[in-house]
């Protein structure tokens, strides 16, 4: 592949990502798909100069290799979807193996591009868990429809020529899965909003501080009567203000639990998010242990999803070990 043809490929790196993850709400999984969209494109005499013309066709790519992907496995979910709240006393189960649980997206690799037709769901709504949730319950082709014209502002002849069918199927294909998405997404799972902007650093700042320094009190405080708590890939979740005590006295915030989190501020799925490390009283150092996508509702914590995947670190730009008082342990 020439320079040139590679240069304008990548352009798209991010946009086809993004899709790629909507579609399977897996960004490990959305990785390898671009990377194996891009080579194929790079084989084809792609119309270099045409942008329209060639995000269509990077578009028909990644949908094919999406749709392939998605009929080989059952759709991701989170916790709260896939049976009863755990008992806060007991430790939380060991992931399952044939579980496949919704993984988090940094927002620093949303694409930065200003899409020129009208979207149905604002950027933040588009990308947030609950949204991609419902979208996991949809016929891939129906998430295909949905995220190219609700979430992306696709005009529908463009859709349906990524989808393979005419403007009427494709029509109606957008029909059906709006129509699904109502059921499950404004109806069951709900939407989540971001706190305002002038509000999120004072957030941030109260939700850190309990949590650094073992305070359970503090953080109880925190938290809204009706607060979730899940820990992907453990099938293990929480339920209630009593029940997420409970668990946290038991087990993160159990006694001597002074210094033994440290957490780093980032955003996710449109909320905050933080780069949890576990401290590590043998090497004297902190390592990698979460990333956790905290939802408010006003000043409270409504939402906690604490994933366990250190390997995500470095898409967060987060090192996977940091020096006691916040160095980098190798230097």
């Excluded at 094919?64 to 006393?89: K, V």
């Excluded at 037709?117 to 979208?135: C, D, M, Q, W």
């Excluded at 501020?265 to 956790?292: C, E, K, M």
Aim: net charge negative; glycine share 8%; hydrophobic share 35%.
């Amino acid at each position: 592949m020439d320079e040139d043809r590679r240069f304008s490929l990548e352009e798209y790196r991010d946009e086809l990502r993004l899709f790629c993850y909507r579609m399977g709400g897996s960004l490990h999984d959305a990785e390898g798909l671009v990377e194996t969209a891009l080579f194929q494109a790079g084989g084809l005499p792609l119309p270099l100069t045409d942008t329209e013309s060639m995000r269509t066709e990077l578009f028909k790519i990644a949908a094919r290799l999406c749709i392939d992907a998605l009929a080989d496995q059952p759709p991701r979910g989170l916790p709260y979807l896939s049976g009863p709240p755990s008992d806060p006393y007991l430790a939380p189960l060991e992931p399952e193996e044939g579980d496949f649980w919704l993984e988090p997206f940094p927002d620093d690799l949303y694409p930065a591009i200003a899409y020129a037709g009208k979207r149905t769901n604002t950027e933040r709504e588009s990308i947030s868990l609950p949204f991609v949730a419902a979208l996991q319950s949809l016929h891939p082709r129906e998430r295909l429809c949905l995220i190219l014209v609700d979430a992306m502002g696709w005009r529908m002849e463009i859709t349906a020529e990524v989808l393979g069918a005419g403007v009427v199927d494709a029509r109606r294909v957008l029909e059906e899965s709006r129509e699904s998405m109502t059921r499950v997404y404004d109806e069951k799972l709900g939407r989540r909003e971001p706190p305002p902007e002038e509000k999120a650093t004072e957030l941030l700042m109260r939700y850190i501080h309990p949590w650094e320094t073992g305070d359970l009190e503090g953080l109880g405080e925190r938290l809204g009567e009706d607060a979730l708590l899940q820990l992907p890939p453990s099938p293990s979740w929480y339920e209630g203000h009593d029940a997420l005590m409970k668990h946290l006295a038991s087990y993160p915030l159990a006694d001597g639990a002074r210094g033994r989190w440290r957490l780093l501020p980032r955003r996710a799925n449109g909320q905050l998010a933080f780069g949890v490390y576990r401290r590590d009283d043998r090497r004297h150092i902190y390592t990698a242990h979460s990333i956790q996508v905290v939802c408010f509702t006003d000043d409270l914590v409504s939402e906690i999803i604490a994933f366990k995947y250190p390997s995500f670190f470095p898409s967060f730009k987060l090192l996977a070990e940091v020096g006691i008082q916040g160095q980098d342990p190798s230097t």
